[in-house]
């Protein structure tokens, strides 16, 4: 029989309805699944709707195959039955995008069917005992926002601002937990510099700072704004940043030409950019031969907790191929998995002394060889990080069905349940996603428990090894940067 989650707040006093997220020992630990609702519905409206049907400099489709998101597995009408499918996994919380351009299609424009939908959509949620955890920018915004020059022109920063007033009024009394941006640092880095993702600019590294710093401005403008409402001061805002290291692959003077190469895309990727900001309100940005391009000091933003998305490191060889060392397995997107980069992310993140929320880790696996043995090193990572006195307060598995993954289109596989566009709809659970059923009906209730369990954990770690499933090498032919 379900119990009812008792959420605890900062403090340990009961919420006394909806709520999540308490940042003390008894508060009860989060253990969710996430998924973007762009990605696993589409629109009509936003940046990305329109940036899919565009072709790009050599005239090939920004998407592969030139797939569209028209074609997807619908989590917009057929929420009930996947957030069933999540509740089969005893999470108690799950994340979830708010989508800018479902809400305010047009400037001035809002469409009340979609607000009331998101009503639906939360009290399903608390019908199934899961805490929310809400993202109001998952790399989507209107496309009338995008053409007023988005975040790339500080004037826009209220625009944003405004439409999280109105959701926070909205939906403030169903969320506790708000993120503001997802991967701010992602989305310059893919959009103005390697133009894999909307606007699709290539080498615009000074327009790629810019747009950063307005993202990061954003947060706080926007963290102050849901504070000053009613009811402000019980959420908790938050930021999400994916950690994403580069290095060469090779040693000597074979890795004498990568090095620069790997430190810009490390700096480009923008850990040390944004935790600095983050701790100091100090930004510099670089661009190649032109040193420092943007740079400003606004002093320390708010922030109440943090989430990590880790999926990887990459290597770099000498030949400016991308992927892992050798006896890595390797993903479908190419990422190695890399148990130790969980750590350091974990303890990078520990500087900001502000709860921690894993928000997303997962893998693309579309074979279904590779998955469990993920979950299970990248787990015993972060029970390792707890057992070391580590705030983390809850993880967030990415993501519950196969979808559109952006640029790469339906082909890549990251999703628990396998869907296909040229299927029936139908949802079917993936063999080696039950390793997660497993560790997380392992996880007890409260930070407390979860901090004793994590330190017997540390002497007997779960799965070291996939069973039966040989290390794939890294292949010749890795992806060129």
Same mark, same amino acid.
Not at 460 to 465: D, L, M, R, T
């Given at each position: ?65 030139? #797939? ?7 989590? *917009?009408?057929?929420? $009930? ?22 809400? $305010?299609?047009?400037? =001035?424009?809002?469409?009340?069917? &979609?607000?009331?939908? +998101? ?42 601002? $405004? ?19 997802? $991967? ?6 893919? =959009?103005?510099?390697?133009?894999? *993702? ?5 080498? %615009?590294?000074?327009? &790629? ?11 706080? #403008?926007? +963290? ?8 402000? !001061? ?18 000597g003077i074979a890795a ?7 430190? *810009? ?9 944004? %935790? ?64 130790? =980069? ?35 090193? +990248? ?42 566009p040229g299927g029936n ?40 090894a996939p069973e039966g ?7 010749? !032919?890795?992806?060129?940067?």
């Amino acid at each position: 029989m379900d119990e009812r989650v008792e959420v605890l707040p900062v403090g340990g006093e009961p919420s006394g309805g909806a709520g999540g997220g308490g940042d003390g020992d008894e508060a009860v630990f989060l253990k969710g699944i996430g998924l973007s609702v762009y990605q696993n519905s589409g629109d009509t409206s936003s940046n990305w709707a329109t940036f899919v049907k565009k072709k790009g400099v050599f005239g090939g489709y920004r998407v592969k195959n030139a #797939e569209q998101i028209t074609t997807s597995c619908d989590f *917009w009408n057929r929420y $009930e039955e996947d957030i069933g499918l999540a509740k089969e996994f005893g999470i108690n919380t799950f994340r979830l995008s708010i989508e800018w351009a479902r809400l $305010e299609p047009n400037r =001035g424009q809002i469409d009340m069917e &979609a607000v009331q939908r +998101y009503h639906q959509i939360l009290a399903c949620l608390e019908q199934n005992n899961m805490v929310p955890m809400a993202t109001l920018h998952h790399f989507t915004h209107p496309q009338w926002f995008e053409e007023l020059g988005g975040f790339t022109k500080e004037e826009n920063i209220p625009l944003f601002v $405004e439409y999280a007033k109105k959701a926070f009024t909205w939906f403030g009394p169903k969320i506790r937990l708000w993120g503001t941006f997802n $991967e701010p640092t992602c989305f310059s880095f893919c =959009g103005y510099i390697i133009g894999l *993702w909307c606007p699709g600019s290539r080498l %615009m590294f000074r327009q &790629a700072g810019v747009c950063l710093l307005n993202l990061l401005r954003c947060h706080t #403008e926007t +963290y102050r704004a849901i504070k000053a409402l009613p009811g402000g !001061e019980q959420a908790r805002v938050g930021l999400v940043h994916q950690f994403m290291l580069f290095e060469p692959r090779n040693t000597g003077i074979a890795a004498t030409h990568i090095r620069p190469v790997t430190s *810009w895309m490390t700096f480009w990727f923008g850990t040390d950019v944004l %935790m600095n900001y983050m701790l100091s309100g100090d930004f510099i940005w670089k661009s190649p031969f032109k040193g420092i391009t943007v740079e400003a000091h606004d002093g320390r933003p708010p922030l109440d907790w943090f989430g990590i998305n880790y999926y990887s490191r990459l290597t770099i060889n000498w030949k400016f191929g991308v992927g892992g060392t050798s006896g890595e397995q390797i993903s479908d997107t190419g990422f190695p998995i890399h148990p130790g =980069g969980m750590y350091r992310s974990i303890k990078l993140a520990g500087e900001l002394d502000v709860p921690i929320y894993i928000t997303e880790w997962g893998m693309a696996d579309s074979r279904d060889d590779r998955r469990h043995y993920l979950i299970g090193a +990248y787990f015993n990572q972060i029970m390792k990080a707890i057992s070391d006195g580590y705030p983390v307060r809850g993880i967030y598995y990415w993501t519950l069905m196969d979808n559109i993954e952006w640029h790469e289109g339906f082909h890549i596989k990251y999703g628990l349940y396998e869907w296909s566009p040229g299927g029936n709809g139908d949802r079917k659970l993936r063999e080696h996603s039950k390793v997660l059923k497993t560790l997380y009906a392992a996880l007890p209730t409260t930070v407390a428990e979860v901090k004793t369990m994590a330190t017997t954990h540390r002497q007997a770690p779960v799965v070291s090894a996939p069973e039966g499933v040989d290390p794939q090498p890294v292949s010749a !032919e890795a992806k060129p940067v």
